[in-house]
């Protein structure tokens, strides 16, 4: 009988009975348990005899990651729009963004009416090029940012040197590197910022959630008021049932704080994820190997990389395939074999369907403005390459035990056998 792929009605390689995510520990009920308890759901709460889950959390993920200082902030997108802020960027200034991520990475510049300029990437990780972004800069250009995609860590050896020979400061979007290594440093300790994300998806999680990492107490100061409307934690404990946020007033701020449900469980999840980024790695350097034999390219880091973490496991396809069925056809096949959503890249910032600055009427700052954000004015080609021959397998996935990354293997090697000419029939 003829082989059959899963997606035409064949048999599937895996059943689909993966781990799940996000994975509830004992500590995780036990934190939620204790807000629950404690009278005080938020940092502008009043003070209940503790220090918040929120403060608490900070300093857990600054001594985790090595930085100074660490402000819990609602969200991924409000991190980095808060380290824009308190690196002073704002209207009508230039932010280097990498041309393959998230839309986040271009709409939170967007948010503090910033322009961002879409730069291209490196073909063997997606991440912002060093040559690109020398060609990027400006005299207007007043932050860097980048993206560790996917499973990469960002050239930051080289794009480290051209943000300070320019004096520009460098933000490092971490959203999807949460314990990732660089030169034996986290990274998120390169430049003047680093950004997380504790959403749903992420490699740590409360769900939603983010924080901002940095070295420097100043910029720390700044980051506080902006995620609290202006007020920063008093340094002395206060009275019993009084606010814990004083009115320090340097410069205003939003509403961005983390709350305490959500820090809860971030202290929690914190607690089993080295152990978790160890698993991954373990299996992803495993189904390098296998993959790299059908002619498949597993996503490169940069030389200096000491520990790799798994956002999304992402692997270049063969250029046969991508010429002929394209890696959606091929994503598809795959998740039917193995019952698992596997995706294609995101699409380059220029061509992405979510980045439409000018569909918001907040974004009519004028012709100048409208001109500068207007996404087909990019040329992004190695973005775009990128994304049309990667694609991108879950994390959960790589949590598995190892027999079912065999199969993995097994899948993407039955799959490329058989996707060019083969209907089952
Ligand atoms: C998820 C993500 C963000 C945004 O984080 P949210 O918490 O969803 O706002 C920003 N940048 C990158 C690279 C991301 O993956």
Redesign the pocket.
């Known amino acids: 009988m003829l082989e059959k792929l899963a997606v035409y009605g064949g048999t599937t390689v895996h059943d689909g009975n993966w781990p799940n995510w996000p994975q509830c520990t004992e500590n995780t009920r036990r934190n939620i348990n204790a807000v629950l308890g404690s009278h005080r759901w938020s940092i502008s709460g009043q003070y209940r005899g503790q220090s918040s889950w929120e403060e608490r959390f900070g300093q857990a993920f600054a001594l985790y990651t090595g930085a100074g200082y660490c402000v819990p902030t609602s ?4 991190s ?1 729009s808060m380290a824009l802020e308190a690196c002073e960027v704002g209207a009508y200034d230039e932010v280097i963004v990498p041309g393959v ?2 839309v ?2 271009a709409s ?1 510049v967007l948010g503090i009416n910033a322009i961002p300029v879409l730069t291209d990437v490196e073909p063997e990780t997606g991440c912002l090029d060093p040559e690109a972004l020398e060609r990027a800069i400006t005299s207007r250009t007043r932050a860097i940012t980048v ?1 560790h995609l996917g499973s990469a860590v960002a050239n930051l050896d080289r794009l480290v040197a051209i943000a300070k020979a320019h004096s520009i400061p460098l933000i490092e ?1 971490c ?2 590197a949460h314990g990732a290594r660089y030169a034996g440093r986290h990274v998120g300790c390169f430049g003047a910022a680093g950004t997380f ?3 749903h998806s ?1 490699l740590l999680t409360s769900g ?1 959630g ?1 924080a901002v990492i940095t070295d420097d107490a100043v910029l720390a100061r700044r980051l506080a008021h902006l995620r609290a409307d202006g007020r920063t934690l008093s340094a002395q404990p206060p009275g019993m049932d009084e606010m814990a946020l004083v009115e320090s007033a340097e410069i205003m701020g939003s509403n961005y704080c983390l709350s305490e449900f959500h820090a809860a469980i971030l202290v929690a999840q914190l607690e089993a994820l080295d152990e978790q980024l160890a698993h991954r790695r373990s299996n992803a350097a495993v189904l390098d190997r296998y993959l790299v034999s059908l002619g498949c390219l597993p996503q490169a880091t940069a030389p200096r990389t000491t520990e790799r973490s798994h956002y999304t496991y992402v692997v270049r396809l063969p250029q046969s395939i991508v010429e002929t069925q394209g890696a959606e056809c091929f994503a598809a096949a795959l998740s039917a074999e193995i019952r698992l959503p596997c995706k294609t890249m995101y699409s380059a910032l220029n061509e992405n369907r979510l980045y439409k600055p000018l569909s918001r009427n907040r974004f009519g700052l004028g012709k100048e403005f409208t001109d500068a954000v207007d996404p087909y004015r990019y040329q992004l080609p190695v973005a775009k390459e990128f994304s049309r021959s990667c694609i991108a397998l879950p994390h959960r996935m790589l949590l598995a035990d190892p027999n079912a990354i065999e199969l993995v293997a097994a899948a993407f090697e039955k799959v490329v056998r058989l996707i060019v000419n083969n209907r089952g029939a």
């Open positions: 969200t991924g997108t409000a980095l991520s998230w986040a990475s939170a993206v979007d959203a999807q994300s504790m959403q992420k939603e983010g």
